[in-house]
């Protein structure tokens, strides 16, 4: 079955950039079929959707994030990872990876377990 993981740095300091990664088994993150997602939680807010890179290695982020995010692979480790820059304490949020199914609209069938990263001084 597929599983997803995240991995990184649970504090960084504001300003800097925050980079996590998603290892990828179960499945190849270059399966035409579907496209991988970060999405992030802020403490006692909803789900925010951050961006998805697709098989191909192209890239979609949310217009509120576009500006600060980025999202690169490597295709040797079956990874994909997020980089954050700029970040303030307004960052704070439990980050998940995750697979979705087809296209934008549709679900993210498959979820990491969620990693926390605080951005504090």
């Known amino acids: 079955q597929v599983q997803l993981q995240e991995s990184g740095p649970g504090l960084v300091k504001p300003s800097q950039t925050l980079s996590l990664t998603c290892t990828v088994s179960?499945?190849?993150?270059?399966?035409?079929?579907?496209?991988w997602s970060w999405i992030r939680q802020p403490p006692g807010k909803g789900l925010e959707w951050m961006g998805v890179?697709?098989?191909?290695?192209?890239?979609y982020f949310s217009p509120s994030l576009k500006s600060r995010t980025s999202i690169s692979r490597d295709t040797s480790k079956n990874q994909f990872s997020l980089h954050l820059s700029s970040v303030t304490p307004e960052d704070t949020a439990v980050y998940y990876c995750?697979?979705?199914?087809?296209?934008?609209?549709?679900?993210?069938?498959?979820w990491g377990q969620g990693t926390h990263v605080t951005v504090s001084s």
């Open positions: 995750a697979r979705r199914s087809g296209g934008l609209g549709s679900a993210l069938d498959y």
């Open positions: 179960g499945d190849s993150i270059t399966t035409s079929q579907y496209t």
């Open positions: 890179i697709a098989y191909d290695g192209s890239t």
